[in-house]
Protein backbone atom coordinates (compact mmCIF):
# COMPACT_ATOMS: atom_id res chain seq x y z
CA UNK A 1 0.00 0.00 0.00
CA UNK A 2 1.36 3.87 -0.92
CA UNK A 3 0.41 6.82 1.11
CA UNK A 4 0.94 10.28 -0.58
CA UNK A 5 2.20 12.44 1.20
CA UNK A 6 0.34 16.52 0.88
CA UNK A 7 1.52 19.49 2.20
CA UNK A 8 -0.89 22.25 3.36
CA UNK A 9 -1.99 23.63 0.36
CA UNK A 10 -2.67 27.57 2.12
CA UNK A 11 -1.49 28.97 5.46
CA UNK A 12 -2.85 31.82 6.47
CA UNK A 13 -2.69 34.06 10.08
CA UNK A 14 -5.45 35.73 11.80
CA UNK A 15 -5.53 38.55 14.45
CA UNK A 16 -7.64 39.17 16.98
CA UNK A 17 -6.99 42.38 18.80
CA UNK A 18 -8.26 44.26 22.25
CA UNK A 19 -9.96 47.34 20.86
CA UNK A 20 -7.66 50.57 20.25
CA UNK A 21 -10.45 53.32 20.32
CA UNK A 22 -9.40 54.79 23.16
CA UNK A 23 -5.78 54.34 22.40
CA UNK A 24 -4.59 52.16 25.67
CA UNK A 25 -0.94 51.80 26.78
CA UNK A 26 -1.16 48.15 26.04
CA UNK A 27 -2.34 46.59 23.25
CA UNK A 28 -3.02 42.95 22.88
CA UNK A 29 -2.83 40.78 20.23
CA UNK A 30 -4.25 37.24 19.70
CA UNK A 31 -2.56 35.26 16.91
CA UNK A 32 -3.61 32.41 15.23
CA UNK A 33 -1.84 30.64 12.58
CA UNK A 34 -3.92 27.97 10.53
CA UNK A 35 -3.16 25.36 7.69
CA UNK A 36 -4.90 23.47 5.59
CA UNK A 37 -5.45 19.75 5.59
CA UNK A 38 -1.95 18.04 5.23
CA UNK A 39 -0.95 14.49 5.27
CA UNK A 40 1.34 14.32 7.63
CA UNK A 41 -0.19 16.88 9.48
CA UNK A 42 1.84 20.84 10.38
CA UNK A 43 4.91 20.27 12.47
CA UNK A 44 5.24 23.52 13.46
CA UNK A 45 4.21 26.74 13.33
CA UNK A 46 7.00 30.31 13.64
CA UNK A 47 5.26 33.90 14.20
CA UNK A 48 7.58 36.05 12.75
CA UNK A 49 7.79 39.78 12.15
CA UNK A 50 10.28 42.79 11.13
CA UNK A 51 12.31 41.59 14.74
CA UNK A 52 12.57 37.98 13.14
CA UNK A 53 11.15 35.26 15.02
CA UNK A 54 9.05 35.74 17.47
CA UNK A 55 7.73 32.42 18.86
CA UNK A 56 7.36 28.71 17.63
CA UNK A 57 4.28 26.59 18.83
CA UNK A 58 3.02 23.32 17.65
CA UNK A 59 -0.93 25.29 18.33
CA UNK A 60 -0.32 27.39 16.33
CA UNK A 61 -1.19 30.29 18.67
CA UNK A 62 0.49 32.69 20.46
CA UNK A 63 -0.84 36.28 22.75
CA UNK A 64 1.71 39.06 22.08
CA UNK A 65 1.66 42.96 24.13
CA UNK A 66 2.34 45.58 21.65
CA UNK A 67 3.36 48.86 22.96
CA UNK A 68 5.02 50.78 20.78
CA UNK A 69 2.90 52.75 18.33
CA UNK A 70 2.57 52.74 14.76
CA UNK A 71 2.12 49.80 12.04
CA UNK A 72 3.74 46.13 13.02
CA UNK A 73 3.64 43.63 10.40
CA UNK A 74 3.50 39.62 11.07
CA UNK A 75 3.28 36.72 9.13
CA UNK A 76 3.28 33.07 9.94
CA UNK A 77 5.25 30.13 9.04
CA UNK A 78 3.92 26.26 8.70
CA UNK A 79 6.82 24.13 9.42
CA UNK A 80 5.30 20.50 7.08
CA UNK A 81 8.23 17.43 6.54
CA UNK A 82 7.33 17.69 2.66
CA UNK A 83 7.31 21.86 2.22
CA UNK A 84 6.98 24.69 4.50
CA UNK A 85 4.21 27.38 3.51
CA UNK A 86 4.35 31.18 4.41
CA UNK A 87 1.02 33.29 5.21
CA UNK A 88 0.20 36.70 3.80
CA UNK A 89 1.66 39.58 6.23
CA UNK A 90 -1.26 41.23 8.02
CA UNK A 91 -0.72 44.65 9.45
CA UNK A 92 -1.42 45.49 13.57
CA UNK A 93 -1.98 49.08 14.21
CA UNK A 94 -1.07 50.58 17.24
CA UNK A 95 -2.52 54.06 17.87
CA UNK A 96 -1.41 56.78 20.51
CA UNK A 97 -3.12 59.73 21.65
CA UNK A 98 -1.51 63.28 21.11
CA UNK A 99 0.48 64.87 23.22
CA UNK A 100 1.33 68.19 23.04
CA UNK A 101 3.90 70.94 23.90
CA UNK A 102 4.22 74.60 22.33
CA UNK A 103 7.21 76.52 22.13
CA UNK A 104 8.75 79.66 21.78
CA UNK A 105 11.52 79.66 18.97
CA UNK A 106 11.27 84.11 18.24
CA UNK A 107 10.08 87.52 19.91
CA UNK A 108 8.25 87.12 23.56
CA UNK A 109 5.14 86.40 24.78
CA UNK A 110 4.50 90.11 25.17
CA UNK A 111 5.30 91.98 21.83
CA UNK A 112 5.18 95.67 21.13
CA UNK A 113 4.08 96.49 18.16
CA UNK A 114 6.07 95.80 14.68
CA UNK A 115 8.01 92.84 16.62
CA UNK A 116 8.15 89.49 15.31
CA UNK A 117 6.91 86.00 17.14
CA UNK A 118 7.31 82.99 16.19
CA UNK A 119 5.31 79.92 17.97
CA UNK A 120 5.82 75.70 17.10
CA UNK A 121 3.37 73.51 18.34
CA UNK A 122 5.24 70.01 18.68
CA UNK A 123 2.46 67.13 18.56
CA UNK A 124 3.25 63.67 18.74
CA UNK A 125 1.36 60.02 18.03
CA UNK A 126 0.12 57.65 16.09
CA UNK A 127 -1.86 58.30 13.79
CA UNK A 128 0.31 61.78 13.12
CA UNK A 129 -1.86 64.53 14.88
CA UNK A 130 -3.35 67.15 12.49
CA UNK A 131 -2.41 70.13 14.08
CA UNK A 132 -4.33 73.79 14.38
CA UNK A 133 -3.98 77.21 15.69
CA UNK A 134 -7.71 78.86 17.04
CA UNK A 135 -7.78 82.35 18.82
CA UNK A 136 -10.03 82.26 21.34
CA UNK A 137 -13.26 84.42 20.69
CA UNK A 138 -12.80 83.47 16.86
CA UNK A 139 -14.08 80.04 15.50
CA UNK A 140 -12.34 79.62 12.34
CA UNK A 141 -8.39 78.61 12.69
CA UNK A 142 -5.71 81.17 12.50
CA UNK A 143 -3.69 78.90 10.93
CA UNK A 144 -3.14 74.85 9.89
CA UNK A 145 0.01 73.65 10.69
CA UNK A 146 2.41 73.55 13.67
CA UNK A 147 3.63 77.26 12.95
CA UNK A 148 2.22 80.39 14.16
CA UNK A 149 4.18 83.20 12.98
CA UNK A 150 3.49 86.94 13.39
CA UNK A 151 5.50 89.72 11.73
CA UNK A 152 5.64 93.46 12.02
CA UNK A 153 2.66 92.62 14.35
CA UNK A 154 -0.34 94.92 15.49
CA UNK A 155 -3.04 95.17 18.05
CA UNK A 156 -5.89 93.57 16.30
CA UNK A 157 -3.48 90.65 16.59
CA UNK A 158 -3.45 90.49 20.58
CA UNK A 159 -5.41 87.80 22.31
CA UNK A 160 -4.96 84.05 23.50
CA UNK A 161 -4.21 81.61 20.83
CA UNK A 162 -4.73 77.73 21.69
CA UNK A 163 -2.52 74.78 19.99
CA UNK A 164 -5.17 72.37 18.80
CA UNK A 165 -3.67 68.49 17.84
CA UNK A 166 -6.25 65.52 16.82
CA UNK A 167 -5.47 61.97 15.71
CA UNK A 168 -8.54 59.05 15.69
CA UNK A 169 -7.39 58.87 19.44
Not at 52 to 74: C, L
Request: hydrophobic residues 35%.
Amino acid sequence: MFLSADNPATVSLVTNTTENKDCPHLMVVNFTCMASEANPPVVNYQLYGSGGVFSVSNSGMWIKEITKEGKHVYGCWAEHPVENKTSASVTVTKNVPVQISVNLIKGNKTLEEGGDLSLYCSATGFPKPTVTWTKVGIDAPVNNNSWLNFTNINRDKAGDYICNANNTC
